[in-house]
């Protein structure tokens, strides 16, 4: 709150810019420094480790502050937004020198997380996603929109659920979400456990002059979404947006469908185990040599295609360049010269650029007749015609930035030397002053040195008093009478000045500040004019970036000596011959891997996987999820032949972990995830189902994982993989005309036990779960208990059964003698069941109870050990 002393007009003036920026940071610009007051440096100083001081100590309520230095505040800024926050950024907008009273100030721009042009949190090949939701009155579903400030990508979309709100959220990796409304407690929560900044923007309209960037959106909530995300950047940035691209629909059906934890579970682009992007398939998949090309390698990883052609038209590219050798390292080394292009692009368009950003961009361009010229020497059947297209040679812009940037131009824009000599013609005058005049201060003090003998003699100058002579105090006896104007006193040392120094000051002064001031303009005039090709810029930054990603699938598919798949679009064959998990084999060496093949003809549905402990049923699992998506986005897959069908979508559970946020357990995650599957999969869906149900008791699980099989069957028959330590389910294969057993291979050599890590029919015949504890270290003590306790409970296990098939035999001989004789007896249930009995003799009561008990038994709930101890029981009833 204010202080109870007066304001001073500067704390006034601070205090009605902050009341528009409540929920940010405000960096109030006074002199060197911003200053931030209140709460905000309360808040700052603990979070930045900044001394906290106060203005009006001596007030009833001194002042809470704390400050940056100017030229280190964007460190500082980019700490808060990496916290999730807001900096306003308040600056000086009027010149101190000339005007009187308080200086005007104004928020030139509001830096959130979702708007971060620059600074660490910007990597170079990720995107930077700001997104918005949109929703009104009794319409279904929200509007959708994102778009990366830095680059000018701008994409919207219509979405039914809250689940695709987060799936949407959690693929683009926002940090930042823009709502028109009050959105649900559980949306909220769920934002808010993804670290994502929700941001209002209820009273901001669109900039009108922007309304074409969502003329091509036809859905009326995903242009609203869109207009919201236009006007909030135009609020917060306070600049030009023009090279925002125009809006582009788009439907995430119309991609291969993955939620965040099927993305998460099969490690596409971040570690289970470190977070980082090392071991994923994305870290394989990178030999792009730009960072757009990085960013577009992860969006088509992100959304792998589902159009056949599409799919098609990437794998020629791919093998184009797969078969051309030279000519692909030829493309390589051109593109580790290209610069960023889209946020080059974005810096123009900002008015964020130097001149070294455009001397980048004019490099940049020079390498694209060399791109195009070794294109079109592989274009002999025209599958690169129409990126040709967009490789446009933009000479003018390129022809500009040569003429008009020095080469050697520095990072500020303000302080010359950014223009060619003999760009402009009044530069080229001022410049030529200034030479001159540096001629003649340099004659002028050898021509003093000579006048007055002394040798030490120098002309200097600085910023506060201009050009004037020193004499060292030794020498001060030297000079003739009258000869100069004192200007300053030193210790060591006295300045002076002469008439003839004063007009020459003049004069190159005047000459700098109008050079610099010029060359500014004319800076700022180069850089208008390269607006004017924004869009074509970023039309060809786009086909370099797809030409970055095709020859880094070429140089990956060569390497680790890939196919290219052959996909059947409508069809339900699949057919992985010796298939590899890329990251895997890439970790442990070709010759260490041992490959696998997955068929599953158009009448197998499911395979049911069993076989121990890390024995590689999980991996096998991945393995085929990873070719899938690697084929979808047009790369070569390891394997030594793929058929494959083209998937829908991709479901997974694979891995035990708790949602210790949501307060879920991991029994409840997989079923969450299972239900995701049977209610959303199609038949043209491929779902992955790693040991299901082994979260609660062994009948339960067991129950429910035979359930969700004959479900998957009878309803979905989409492609599956199911593996399961349950191996009474393998029985299902002589049920299910759909399911085939499979088991992951191993042997036992002399007690030890040796995965083959190679994929058989049928399945397997043990877990061998003591000798994977042997594995892991286990003290010998308990395993060799553990072995007893094994063989125990597996005798147990035989007698059990073989007292089971007893007593069922028991009850089927007296259910098969009650119906032989049925007719021939009174039909009174008595007397029948007397008649019957007394077949076998006279019957005791005990022996009749016993009988009783026996027929009323129900087998199928009972464990072995509760079957021994009940038949136990009637055995000792009839000995006693």
């Known amino acids: 709150m204010p202080q109870k002393t007066k304001n001073t007009p500067m704390m006034e003036q601070y205090l009605g810019i902050k009341a528009q920026y409540p929920d940010a940071f405000l960096f109030y610009r006074l002199g060197d420094f911003y200053e931030l007051f209140y709460e905000d440096a309360e808040k700052a100083a603990q979070i930045l480790e900044l001394t906290l001081t106060s203005r009006n100590r001596n007030a009833d309520d001194p002042i809470p502050m704390c400050g940056v230095p100017h030229h280190a505040a964007q460190g500082y800024i980019d700490v808060l937004i990496e916290k999730g926050f807001k900096v306003a950024i308040c600056e000086q907008v009027e010149d101190p020198k000339t005007t009187k009273g308080m200086v005007k100030r104004e928020v030139v721009q509001l830096v959130t997380p979702g708007t971060v042009l620059q600074g660490k949190e910007l990597d170079a090949k990720e995107n930077n996603y700001l997104t918005a939701l949109y929703h009104e009155g009794e319409q279904a579903g929200y509007g959708f929109a994102y778009a990366d400030l830095s680059t000018g990508e701008l994409k919207a979309s219509h979405l039914f659920d809250s689940d695709s709100v987060i799936n949407e959220c959690t693929s683009l990796q926002t940090k930042e979400i823009v709502v028109n409304f009050d959105l649900p407690a559980e949306l909220i929560q769920k934002l808010e456990q993804l670290s994502i900044l929700i941001s209002r923007q209820d009273l901001m309209t669109p900039n009108a002059e922007l309304s074409y960037l969502t003329a091509n959106l036809s859905d009326t909530l995903a242009s609203q979404a869109a207009g919201n995300l236009i006007a909030y950047l135009s609020e917060t940035q306070k600049r030009h947006l023009g090279h925002l691209q125009q809006a582009i629909a788009y439907e995430p059906s119309h991609f291969l469908k993955m939620d965040y934890y099927s993305k998460y579970n099969l490690e596409l682009a971040k570690s289970i185990r470190t977070g980082e992007k090392k071991g994923t398939l994305l870290w394989l998949l990178d030999e792009t040599q730009t960072a757009m090309g990085g960013r577009l390698l992860k969006q088509w990883l992100d959304r792998p295609l589902i159009q056949g052609n599409l799919i098609h038209e990437r794998q020629n590219m791919v093998e184009s360049l797969l078969n051309a050798y030279f000519e692909r390292l030829e493309i390589k080394e051109n593109l580790k010269k290209v610069y960023d292009l889209e946020r080059l692009v974005g810096r123009i368009s900002f008015g964020n650029v130097n001149g070294r950003d455009l001397l980048q961009l004019k490099q940049s361009l020079s390498q694209i007749p060399q791109l195009r010229q070794t294109l079109e020497g592989l274009n002999t059947e025209g599958i690169w015609e129409e990126l040709l297209m967009d490789l446009a040679l933009l000479p003018e812009v390129s022809d500009l930035i040569s003429c008009a940037i020095n080469e050697e131009a520095p990072l500020s824009i303000t302080e010359g030397n950014l223009i060619c000599d003999g760009y402009h013609e009044q530069l080229d005058t001022y410049r030529d ?96 004019e390269i607006k004017q090709h924004i869009s074509h810029l970023q039309q060809l930054a786009g086909a370099v ?211 083959l890590h190679k994929m058989m029919d049928g399945p397997a015949d043990k877990s061998y779960g003591v000798h994977v504890a042997r594995l892991a270290g286990l003290p010998d003590e308990l395993l060799t208990r553990a072995s007893v306790i094994l063989a125990h409970l597996e005798q147990q296990q035989v007698a059990a059964d073989l007292a089971k098939e007893v007593v069922a035999e028991e009850v089927k001989s007296v259910d098969v003698f009650k119906q032989s004789n049925s007719e021939d007896h009174q039909s009174n249930d008595e007397q029948i069941e007397i008649s019957q009995l007394n077949l076998f003799g006279d019957i005791t009561e005990v022996e009749q109870s016993v009988i009783d008990s026996l027929k009323q038994l129900n087998l199928l709930t009972m464990n072995p050990m509760e079957a021994m101890t009940k038949l136990y029981d009637l055995q000792q009833k009839l000995t006693d």
Not at 459 to 472: A, D, Q
């Open 433 to 528: 002053a200034m030479r001159n005049g540096k001629q003649w201060l340099a004659e002028l003090e050898a021509k003093e040195r000579e006048a007055t003998g002394i040798k030490t003699l120098k002309i200097k100058f600085n910023r506060v008093f201009g050009y004037f002579i020193e004499i060292t105090k030794s020498n001060l006896g030297e000079i003739p009478e009258g000869r100069y104007e004192r200007k300053q006193t030193l210790a060591n040392a006295e300045r002076y000045v002469t008439p003839e120094l004063k007009e020459m000051e003049t004069l190159i002064l005047e000459a700098e500040e109008k050079s610099q001031e010029l060359e500014y303009h004319l800076f700022l005039a180069v850089r208008e």
């Open 545 to 755: 970036a797809t030409l970055d990603v095709l020859q880094s699938f070429a140089m990956v598919s060569e390497t680790y000596n890939y196919v290219r798949p052959t996909m059947t679009p409508n069809q339900h064959h699949l057919e992985i011959v010796d298939g590899r998990h890329p990251v895997v084999e890439k970790v442990v060496g070709h010759q260490e891997y041992v490959p696998n093949t997955v068929m599953m003809p158009d009448a197998v549905d499911i395979l049911l996987i069993t076989g121990p402990n890390m024995s590689g049923k999980s991996t096998y699992m991945r393995q085929l999820a990873l070719i899938v998506v690697m084929a979808q986005m047009g790369c070569f897959v390891p394997a030594e032949k793929a058929i494959l069908p083209i998937f829908d979508q991709i479901f997974t559970r694979i891995g035990a972990s708790d949602d210790l946020i949501s307060g879920q357990s991991t029994f409840m995650v997989e079923m969450m995830e299972a239900n995701q599957a049977l209610r959303h999969a199609t038949v043209n869906s491929l779902i992955l189902f790693d040991e299901l149900g082994r979260g609660t008791a062994t009948y339960d699980g067991m129950a429910l994982a035979q359930a969700i099989i004959e479900y998957i069957h009878q309803h979905v028959r989409a492609k599956t993989l199911f593996s399961t330590h349950y191996h009474e389910i393998t029985v299902l294969e002589q049920t299910l005309d759909g399911l085939k057993n499979c088991h992951v291979g191993a042997v036992e050599q002399d007690g030890e036990v040796v995965f």
